[in-house]
């Protein structure tokens, strides 16, 4: 059976978006005094004391051919600073509620999408069963935040 990989925030674009972020902001990082923060950049919640800040992604213009009214921004966390990316076999992060699968074309139109009660292999596999789909997002119920992606293998 086919293993699907969460995929974090590229580094690159991670450096860019901490100079200045989609919605063309630059960055104010704050001590996040709480915790539990859903870092994008290294797919973990944050620990209290971090420093983190809230940008703007727009997660599909970085990949899509033609984006089109597709091409939303949202919030996210990342860490102000570089981190090491998630750790090695963590498997889905962010699984612990209800999630929405959406489904994206090479072109970076929206092929539909499937709510969840469990983030887990199957999901991912009735998600890419439509040939067309090349990326999966993982998003929260509440608000239609971006988590991570997930490609086709």
């Given at each position: 059976?086919?293993?699907?990989?969460?995929?974090?925030?590229?580094?690159?674009?991670?450096?860019?978006?901490?100079?200045?972020?989609?919605?063309?902001?630059?960055?104010?990082?704050?001590?996040?005094?709480?915790?539990?923060?859903?870092?994008?950049?290294?797919?973990?919640?944050?620990?209290?004391?971090?420093?983190?800040?809230?940008?703007?992604?727009?997660?599909?213009?970085?990949?899509?051919?033609?984006?089109?009214?597709?091409?939303?921004?949202?919030?996210?966390?990342?860490?102000?600073?570089?981190?090491?990316?998630?750790?090695?076999?963590?498997?889905?992060?962010?699984?612990d509620a209800?999630?929405?699968?959406?489904?994206?074309?090479?072109?970076?139109?929206?092929?539909?999408?499937?709510?969840?009660?469990?983030?887990?292999?199957?999901?991912?596999?009735?998600?890419?069963?439509?040939?067309?789909?090349?990326?999966?997002?993982?998003?929260?119920?509440?608000?239609?935040?971006f988590f991570?992606?997930?490609?086709?293998?």
């Open positions: 059976m086919t293993t699907y990989t969460a995929r974090p925030i590229d580094p690159t674009v991670l450096k860019e978006l901490r100079s200045a972020d989609d919605a063309g902001r630059g960055m104010v990082p704050v001590l996040d005094e709480e915790g539990g923060a859903p870092l994008r950049c290294c797919l973990r919640r944050s620990e209290p004391g971090e420093r983190i800040a809230l940008v703007s992604y727009a997660p599909v213009r970085r990949w899509a051919a033609d984006a089109g009214a597709y091409d939303e921004v949202g919030p996210v966390f990342v860490h102000a600073e570089e981190c090491g990316g998630p750790a090695a076999g963590s498997g889905y992060p962010f699984a209800h999630r929405v699968l959406r489904r994206y074309s090479a072109e970076g139109h929206i092929l539909g999408g499937e709510l969840v009660d469990t983030l887990d292999d199957e999901a991912f596999r009735r998600a890419f069963d439509d040939p067309s789909v090349v990326v999966v997002h993982v998003r929260a119920v509440e608000y239609g935040c991570f992606e997930v490609r086709r293998a």
